[in-house]
């Protein structure tokens, strides 16, 4: 998983060329055509055509937006943490891509464990 967001990081290549996921036109299709819809039990969710959360649009399980962003980052941020620990997040303004997986599972929606954004947090500021 970490090695997939990293390519899509890196806008559908990786950084040595050497694997292509998707073309510079089918990576800029997959960002395109945001659409904000409720997530029973998580507020209102952005996914673009590529499938991927854009939580920078919309804020993220009932987040307000400001704080989803500070969470995610301000633009380009696409991916989603799970309520076992688990992330996947690409950046294609930082060229960034993250995978974790963490055994574990939340007792609920709104009690999900934080960890991975956390770390998430850790990383976007250290790119400041």
Known sequence: M??????????????DHSVTLLTPAGMANSLADPVVKPMTGLGDSAFVAGGWNAPCISGFNGAPIGRTRRWYGESGSYGWSGHG???????????LGIGWTITG?????RSYDKRAQM??????QALE
């Open 2 to 15: 970490a090695r997939i967001m990293a390519v899509l990081g890196n806008g559908g290549s990786s950084a």
């Open 85 to 95: 620990g688990s992330l996947a997040y690409f950046n294609t303004q930082h060229n």
């Open 105 to 109: 599972m939340a007792l609920s929606a």
């Open 119 to 124: 770390a998430l947090m850790d990383v976007l």
